[in-house]
């Protein structure tokens, strides 16, 4: 019968005497067992027509009806007391017990009062197609009423209810009592046992290429047996172990799944540091003096005070473009000189010098950008914390009453990073990247810089060769600023001449970029995949 043909056909709908049919193969004798599941009391015949044998069922107590001589070497029948099913159940039971967890058997019912145990376990065995042994002390009855369970599972039901146990050798299973089974176990050990001290020791050389062979000692000594011991050769890097052959074949095959190549990472970090300033100002400086004194032949004409001067008094530096002594009124230049910004002097004077004025207009404007990329790489291998640095060490004096003591600071470059290979290509990486640098605009007492500090550590999941930012700062500064002379300042358009404007705005931006890349991946996977 082909297996495809293999099935339980469940008949109860039809409400006749028959609950179940089911067709299998039996491996014993190569023959095709049929097995009805009837409902109560039942007569049966074979009959042979044109299409082939038809098996009928009539309820007991009624007339059978006619029929052919019967053939019981083709059909089997049963009384209800012991009327039984077994076959693979058919796909469309859903309404049947959910198969088990660690079972895989062929699913079968079964339907028994009182059933003679080694009856039940000779029909498991032509479902299962396993060879059986039973022992001689196993007896008695048993009821069984399971459907749509695995074959082993009903199995185990079953020598559970009547304390019973089972061994698996091959395609041979051998069922006896707990006690039994216990004992042999138990007699098994001690024979096993006794029999360790009495096997030779051999000795066997281990090599060991990708691990220490110190470090895997340890592990080697836990597969050992009482009598065996492990040493290590540093210079060729072999284990040297003294056991028995089993506890030999243990030690070998814990050192050939230990010993695989270790992945090789590069990680290859990107600080980028981009900064941007614009600065402008405006200002202007104007003055002069005049002079009603006899000297320039203008006096005031009366008698006091008949002679009278005014002049600026803002400041006389700088005056580039106007007289030596400009007397300004209003001082609010722009910072300008050798290589910033621009400026215009005016001296405007009478010719006796009773009256002059100077006027100096200066406006000065920055714009600039940097952008600084550190590129620090380094190669480590899985699960080693890597280091990488670079910078100077800032020396700081501190005087006390014992001395002068003179500590370093130090102001670097640092990636500090340890990554971990997944199975499936990623990489875990624990990063903490620094780029600290000496600020000289921020002094301490002594005249020692500060140390301005940029730093990122976290843990983040990559890709191999992929990129990522782990970090970025945006900083903004911005600063507007307006000196000028009170009320005057104030008057449309000739506020102008008496009011100094600053502008800046500045940017800075720090991102720090992370790639990993396994170098060894080809060689890492060979070599875990030879050991499995």
Known sequence: LPRALERS??????????????????????????????????????????????????????????????????????????????????????????????????????????????????????????????????????????????????????????????????????????????????AKAEAEKARIPLIPLKVRIIPVNYARAADVASRVKDVLSERGSVSTDERTNVLIVKDIPEALVRAEGLVRNLDTEIPQVLIESRIVEASSNFNRQLGVQWGGNASFTQATGNPTGVAFPNNVSGAGAAGQSPNQGTSSTPNYAVNLPAAIGQGSGGGIGLVLGSANGAFNLNLRLSALENNGVVKTISSPKIATIDNKEATIGQGISIPFSQTSASGVNTTFVEAKLELKVTPHVTADGSILLKIKATNNAPNSSLTGANGQPSISKREAETEVLVKDGETTVIGGIYTRSTASKTASVPFLSKIPLLGFFFRSDTTQDDHTELLIFITPRILNRQAATAAAAASN
Not at 132 to 154: E, F, H, M, Y
């Open 9 to 186: 056909l469940d008949t109860s709908a039809f409400r006749g005497p028959v609950a179940m049919v089911s067709s299998f193969n039996q491996p014993q004798t190569g023959q095709v067992r049929i097995v009805a599941s009837l409902r109560g009391s039942a007569r049966d015949r074979m009959i042979e027509t044109r299409d082939g044998l038809a098996w009928t069922f009539t309820e007991g107590g009624e007339a059978a009806e006619a029929a052919a001589p019967a053939a019981p070497e083709q059909a089997q029948a049963a009384d209800a007391k012991v009327a039984g099913f077994a076959a693979e159940a058919p796909a469309y039971a859903s309404s049947g017990a959910p198969q088990a967890r660690g079972y895989t058997g062929r699913r079968i019912t079964l339907d028994f009062h009182d059933i003679e145990i080694r009856n039940l376990l000779r029909l498991i065995a032509d479902v299962s197609k396993k060879n059986i042994v039973v022992a001689d002390d196993v007896s008695g009855k048993v009821t069984v009423s399971l459907r749509n369970v695995p074959w082993d599972q009903a199995l185990d039901l079953v020598l559970r209810s009547k304390g019973l146990g089972k061994e698996e050798m091959g395609n041979v299973i051998r069922i006896a009592k707990f006690d039994a089974i216990a004992k042999e176990q138990a």
